[in-house]
């Protein structure tokens, strides 16, 4: 079959004719399937349920120091959280921060504290006339919510396979210190995939910036998300905290991590890492707020993941559960879309999303058909600030939640809708 664009009009409608009855065939199942966000499968959370146990069957609530996590007190995290966490962080537990459930929380905290305080002695950022921030496009939508809410200007910077165009990066920031950081989910990043090379890791510590209070905000969910048991060169990540202090650099990251995609995102740990002093900066802000965060819940994750290894032996017990719902989803999109040439598409080594850029303006009509289909998609725009794809093109795709027969007729779907919303598009 030819592809799509190669075809004469007459070709073309013949084609959204059969697409068409396909569509009105998969309506009239009256499906209601859900892959509008990145959550684990229930398969998934059931691996961490001795978790819970762990405190009660031990009967024994204090840490190594003899702490009763019971009671108030650690501002910045049991020890044997922070050991835990530091690894997962590529840092020294003295520089490490345990937090609450949710690394997302961790990150609006910190933007705050630089909003309302300022960083290291510099002017707080809430008082100057505006303040810019760079934006990996397509990333991930509540990284963008986190500086619209605090009407931070954000700037679209796009990504190639080794992360975000360093070129346009480098040029934006040696002049203009209105804008004062970049988000970065620097391995399997969301939603496309890619893992930063060293090189951009690299010019990201050591480049020219006007503002002195330039800040990376490093979020490294995916750092253990692998797929594959093996972990070539090129899933790996240089630390960007090791890049800084390479470059005479820092103070100039915040790296950020949880355990929410790990054991439970409503209840894991999070952790921050940072400079000596950032971090001293940081719990003296903190003692204001809090006298501590849960440190049952920190203990009860030290004791059943204990480290390292125990961290990699569950999350291969993950990645056996997802791995097989990313090949059917990319095995999916070649079958039924590759001939057609309607759209291009990532497949990645890690991490939580399949990216998927359709023809440029069919996004939008692509997610309405499939949910007019009772197929729930991530929103188009979703994956650029202020929710607005410039082409009208990416979707994200989030294969881990459904059960492997649910995907599937979702796949089914999706790919029925592309082919409408590209036909439609062609005629137009």
Partial sequence: MPRYADMSKVELEAAKKTVEQEFLEY????????????????????????????????????????????????????????????????????????????????????????????????????????????????????????????????????????????????????????????????????????????????????????ADDFRIFWDNAYCIHHLFDEVENQDCVLDIGLACRAAENPDRYFKFVSTSKITFPGAGISGLAASSANITEIKKRMAAQTIGHDKLNQLRHARFLVDANGLSAHMKKHAAIIREKFELVCEKLDTGLNENGCGTWKTPRGGYFISFDAPKGTATRIVALAKDAGVVMTGAGATYPYGRDPLDSNIRIAPTLPPLEELEAAMDVFVCCVKLATLEKLLA
């Fill in 27 to 210: 309506k009239a199942q009256g499906l209601a399937l859900d892959m509008s966000r990145g959550k684990p499968s229930a398969a998934q959370l059931e691996l961490s349920m001795p978790m819970l146990d762990v405190l009660n069957s031990e009967a024994d609530f204090k840490s190594a120091d003899g702490t009763d996590c019971r009671n108030y007190g650690v501002l910045d995290g049991l020890a044997e959280a922070k050991a835990l966490l530091a690894g997962m962080l590529e840092d020294e537990p003295k520089n490490t921060i345990i937090f609450g459930n949710a690394s997302l929380n961790m990150m609006y905290d910190t933007l705050a504290r630089c909003m309302a305080f300022g960083t290291l002695g510099s002017t707080p950022w809430g008082k100057l006339d505006e303040v810019k921030w760079l934006c990996p496009v397509p990333g991930y939508d509540r990284h963008f919510s986190v500086t619209e809410a605090f009407g931070i200007t954000m700037i679209n910077i796009p990504t190639n396979e080794a992360g975000p165009d360093m070129d346009i990066v480098e040029n934006l920031v040696k002049d203009d210190d209105t804008i004062k950081g970049i988000w970065c989910v620097p391995q399997y990043s969301n939603p496309e995939g890619i893992t930063y090379s060293a090189e951009v890791v690299r010019r990201l510590a050591s480049m020219e910036c006007a």
